[in-house]
């Protein structure tokens, strides 16, 4: 195993209270207890331990995102320190910084100062005003949309990260995303169990699949680049693409709590109070300690055959979907033994994505292709 990937919960509070948020609202109590900003000795600490871990296992080059909460509460001057320390602290290890940030708090000397930092930053947006009222600020109810907006509008072909609102028609949406001359989006279909059943379940492959034809029809050269769409594509035409949701990769991701708890990345919380926990910390642990744990390793190997439900190592679609989000295979009965809540969703998207890419590379290359067909999954 090898850890590429280092997530950074910088504070454990949020100016904001959304209905759907998997660290304050699906049922994980444990941000109550956290610190609400991590300390300057925790990152110190590790950050060392990172640049030891990178020198054992020949790595040169690693991600750092910074999470929350709302990581811009954590202030200009942390940031300041962190990179400071991080040059210090790891001279030969070349370093990417990601931060997701709601949006409200960002105005001209927040985003100058991400530049200089060369942190790069995605915003939180689930759509029109309409779609966006789950999004309310924790002291005054209020909604937070038009600050959100106001944040977008300052920032140069910006990077959203939206959750699914089925509601909320594609058509509506990709207008609305198009209006803020967006670069990229990242579409996530909303995290669920066997237990905690989204009402997205049996409906969100169809609005998928609307939205990809919307948005492959589009000729505008400066449309927004999808994510799961490019990745999807990608993997049908045999590139080594992948993320924590897709393809066949292995998930090197590692997340860094306020108190310095080391445990897994934040989406499994949606499994139960105190899912994500290994009971290990930055002060007291080391990466290679991590990599023994056993829920570590199943979210690791989580698109690996030893991970994968008897269905999905037998499904035609298996290098493409990698059986999608460990998360939404959870049942408190089975464990991660399962497809998929999303599987016949995604089937349905997969179809309309292979035979769309498939057929137009037929007509342009002469190529024989066989079109997926919903028989195929039976």
Known sequence: MKFQEFVFKTTSICNLDCSYCYVFNQGDTSFKKDPPIISL????????KIN??????????????????????????????FINLANTLLPHIEKYYNLQTNGTLLDKIWIEFLKNLNI???????????????????????????EIIRGIELVERPGILTVINIEEAPEILYAHYKSLKIASLDLLIPESTYEKRDIAIGKVGKWLS????????????????IRIFDIISSLFLGLDRGNEGLGRKFNRIVAIKTDGAIEVIDSLKICGDG???????????????VAEHPLMKTFYYSHQDEVLCDKCQLCIAKEVCGGFHLATRYSTSNGFANPSVYCDDLIELFICIQNKIFTDLKDLKNIEVELLTIEDFA
Not at 41 to 48: A, C, E, R, T, W
């Open 120 to 146: 790069h930053f995605g915003i939180s947006l689930d759509g029109t005003e309409k779609a966006t009222r789950n999004r309310i600020y924790r002291n005054n109810r209020l909604p937070a949309y038009n």
């Open 52 to 81: 030891d871990y990178c020198i054992s296992k020949e790595i040169d080059n690693i991600v750092i995102i910074f999470h929350g909460g709302e990581p811009l509460l954590a202030g200009k001057d942390f940031y300041t320190e």
């Open 41 to 48: 000795d925790l990152v110190k600490i590790s950050l060392q």
């Open 275 to 289: 899912f994500v926990k290994t009971g290990l910390n930055i002060v007291n642990n080391k990466f290679e300690d």
């Open 210 to 225: 609307e939205m990809f034809e919307i948005w492959y029809k589009d000729n505008d050269k400066n449309k927004p680049r």
